[in-house]
């Protein structure tokens, strides 16, 4: 698995590559999706500031969305030692250590900015050429296991210190604790366990997920909860199966709907190959037409969130992160 990321980056030609990625027909061209990525990508690298931050008066500084921004240029495929994105990655990552408390691992002010940005990290430790990637991933990781292990329903919310939990702070902790794992590091099996099981005890009885029991669940967050069953290999499971139909049959989240691309996008990867098709052919028109000329998208946390969520709700058609993979 890592191998296919790390050494898919040598040589790319991403256009070519485009083509030739599209396992699934669509009723778009690559080239199509080609036109709207590089486009966004070159928004954040033209709005990218020296300090490796998004100046946007919103969530721009927030090591959360500067790590989506990087990811979004890392599943991209170009070189991330050589390629056009080089210096906006680095900044980015110098960004997100710089924000890092040396003592504990935390990065940011919330377990928000601290799950994604450990996302990020793992996503790019064995590809992008730092040193200082490995031993901050470490600390990242760290931070969460002990966090969840201070927590009483084994989960995680906003601090490292809370006492409650919820899936959508708890969602980003999984997902870059599955990442991290597929990078090398260790994760204890028993930590994967207990986050599964406060994901089970928020399942409603018509297969959805709610924010922090088993009732009002709502599309963003079964798309996560299908996210966390599908990269635990447990897709068989009916527990998977009842979110997946509630998610189908869910309209999409119309207040939080860049952060609901980002997980549906993933979700419908993973619930099958028709299913994909339908929701990415759908998914490709609406961003094609709500792009704006200068690459970026318009959302309620700001154009480097909404680009940053888009882009990544697209980077299923590249299928070069680790995390993105069936």
Known sequence: MRLLFTFGWIS??????????????????????????????????????????????????????????????????????????QSSIGRGFDFILKQMNQQTGYIGRSMYNHGFACLALAEAYGAVDDPRLGPALEKAVSLILNSQAKNPFGAWRYSPESTDADTTVSGAQMVALFAARNAGINVPEAAIKKGLGFFSNCQTSDGGYGYTAGTSANAARTAIGCVILALAKDKNSKAFQAASNFLKNAPPESSYYHYYLYYASQAFFHISPEQWQIWNRRNIKTLASTQNPDGSWDGQFGPTFATSASLLSLALNYRFLPIYER
């Open 12 to 85: 790319l030609c991403s256009f070519l590559l485009a083509q030739e990625l599209f396992i699934e027909k669509s009723d778009s061209t690559p080239m199509e999706v080609e036109r709207m990525y590089v486009k966004g990508m070159q928004y954040l690298a033209r709005s990218q500031n020296t300090e490796g931050h998004w100046p946007d008066r919103s969530y721009g500084s927030e090591p959360a969305v500067v790590g989506l921004a990087v990811l979004s240029m890392l599943a991209h495929g170009d070189d991330p030692n050589f390629g056009p994105y």
